[in-house]
């Protein structure tokens, strides 16, 4: 059997191997076989040469003719033994023969096999290959991504420290100024009151003491006015003088008149502006925003003037109301609480702190030295001033957005869509009124017999509160633009107005329901409040793009 050279197929070093494998088991398979290949050989040789030696040799007669032929016999016997004996060897040479080229066939198979698995995991290793390659770009993007954003976190941090530094400063430049400016008042007091005491030592009597008779047994002697005069000078616990307790004269309102033309505009604040009112005097007004300051201006020929600022809130401001005097300002926060300033100190006298949630808004009872907050925690607080505490809570079921007050009643409304009256006497809800919607706002008519409410479904409402009648306030274009719109009645009750989130000013008269005017051009932001001066003359709209507008008809 030869051997056959079988050339390597292309592919790997393991075919080289398979191939090296079968080569050896070749070679060891014909060593196998050479005993018998050289056997059958001689064989074929001794047959040979035993054919031709009976062809040429003649047959001799006799004895020796027999045996010869026994001999010839005896050896052909022999050899055909041996030709058995050697095709039998062949037989089972071949049948392992055969077992091994069938395994072979079997190895090629499973080269072959091997050989596509190996090219689909190269396949696989190519497609991996791939994705890695996108995996790595977009990691490295990440990474850039990642470096810009500490840098800016950094840039920002910076920023932060410095911006911190800079409200240091200013606070600390801030209590200078307030020390100095209570330093100068205090100074001033001083010299006041030396002033007074110097004058009431050279009067022997004062205006406190009747004048009678020399020999009039009621007569105070003169060493007794310095400690009345005194005496009446101190009022420590109150925010106010005596004569700031006094109602301060203001202009009577007797026809209002409806705006036709802006006299003024201006950005009021650093932020947007959610509050504002007249003082009773209608020579000022106050705006509070969400930049957690009041400012108050002096209003002068259709002019806004900035007259100071007053701080002292934590967060933005949401309601405004200036006592019956003007000298004193009441606004609600954002920060939970409701402060108290005097005009002429922009630091708050009174903090009213108590609420659980924002205070939307804080009103002046009937008493100056009482006032009521409503809450989103879903209270009415009654505060008494001179304590600086809370002597009533009314738990009133709902969102409390605003309320009105007199002396012992109290209107709120809430985003349940209900107004409720309260009697504070017996701290008890009287009177439930269903609104048209969520409301936003609550006005009192200066005779306390109709109540105007803003309410989110874009309309006003007219309630009597001496009977059931009703009116509903609405115009084209007429949107509500907050959940804290303000709407107010004119100072003579004719006229309601009513800011709208396109930056219009709606008024309505208040006996047929009809439209008088929209006052545009002015706003391009959503108008939160609107308020209208005792005297009648002006009407000031704030909107949340910081921008306050005087309104006229001169």
């Known amino acids: 059997m030869s051997c056959v050279a079988v050339k390597p197929p292309p592919g790997g070093r393991w075919k080289v191997d ?34 031709g030696f009976l062809r040429t040799a003649r047959v001799p007669s006799g004895p020796e003719s027999l045996c010869q032929n026994d001999r010839l016999k005896t050896m052909t016997g022999e050899l055909a033994c041996q030709v058995v004996a050697l095709q039998q060897e062949l037989n089972i040479k071949q049948k392992v023969l055969e077992e091994q080229q069938s395994r072979l066939a079997g190895a090629q198979r499973g080269a072959s096999g091997a050989q596509a698995e190996e ?66 008042r205090s100074r001033a007091r001083q010299v006041t009151l030396q002033k007074d005491l110097q004058a ?74 959610n509050a504002v009112r007249f003082s009773s005097s209608s020579d000022m007004l106050a705006t509070g925003g969400t930049d957690r300051v009041i400012k108050l201006w002096d209003v002068q020929a259709g002019q806004l003037n900035h007259r100071g600022t007053l701080d002292g809130s934590a967060e933005g401001i949401t309601s405004i109301e200036f ?56 209270t009415l607080k009654l505060w008494d001033l001179q304590k600086a505490a809370c002597v009533s809570t009314l738990q009133v079921f709902s ?33 439930e009124l269903p609104a048209q919607g969520k409301v936003t706002s609550l006005d009192l008519c200066s005779d306390l017999r109709q109540l105007l409410s803003c309410c989110r479904d874009d309309c006003l409402q007219l309630l009597d509160l001496r009977g059931n009648n009703r009116m509903t306030l609405r115009a084209e274009g007429f949107k509500c633009g907050s959940d804290s719109t303000k709407a107010v009645f004119s100072p003579d009750g004719r006229y309601a107005a009513a800011g709208a989130a396109d930056g219009g000013v709606y008024i309505w008269s ?19 409040a609107v308020s209208w001066s005792l005297s009648g003359d002006y009407v000031v709209s704030v909107d949340k793009s910081r921008r306050a507008v005087l309104w006229s008809d001169i």
């Not at 470096?147 to 932060?160: F, L, S």
Request: aromatic share 4%; net charge positive.
């Open 323 to 378: 006592d019956h005097t003007g000298f004193k300002v009441l606004a609600a926060s954002y920060d939970k609480s409701a402060l108290l300033w005097r005009i002429d100190d922009s630091v708050p006298k009174v903090t009213l702190t108590g609420h659980s949630r924002k205070v939307t808004a804080a009103r002046f009872r009937g008493c100056p030295q009482q006032v009521v907050t409503g809450s989103a925690d879903r």
């Open 18 to 51: 398979v191939i090296r494998q079968l080569k050896r088991r070749d070679q060891r398979q014909h060593e196998a076989f050479s005993d018998l290949i050289r056997h059958y050989s001689r064989m074929l040789e001794k047959s040979s040469i035993s054919a």
């Open 399 to 431: 969102y409390c957005s605003d309320l009105v007050c007199s002396e012992n009643a109290v209107i709120s409304g809430h985003f349940d869509g209900q107004i409720r009256l309260w009697d504070t006497r017996t701290a008890s809800c009287t009177l």
């Open 200 to 273: 009431a030592q050279e009067t022997p009597i004062t205006m406190d003491t009747p004048v009678s008779s020399p020999a009039s047994p009621t007569t105070d002697p003169p060493e007794r006015a310095p400690t009345r005069l005194f005496r009446r000078k101190r009022r420590g616990n109150s925010v106010c003088s005596a004569d700031q307790e006094l109602l301060r004269p203001g202009r009577v309102c007797v026809s209002a008149r409806v705006p036709v033309r802006a006299r003024h505009a201006l950005d009021a604040h650093e932020q947007g502006i």
């Open 119 to 184: 090219q689909v995991l190269q396949a696989r290793a190519a497609g991996v290959q791939v994705a890695n390659a996108g995996l790595k770009r977009e990691y490295d993007a990440l990474l850039l991504l990642h470096a810009a954003a500490d840098a800016r976190v950094r840039a920002e941090t910076q920023r932060g420290a410095e911006l911190l530094e800079d409200v240091i400063r200013h606070k600390q430049q801030a209590a200078a100024r307030l020390n100095s400016a209570n330093e100068r």
């Open 510 to 528: 208040v006996t047929n329901g009809d439209l008088q005017t929209c006052l545009s051009g002015k706003h391009s932001a959503s108008i939160s």
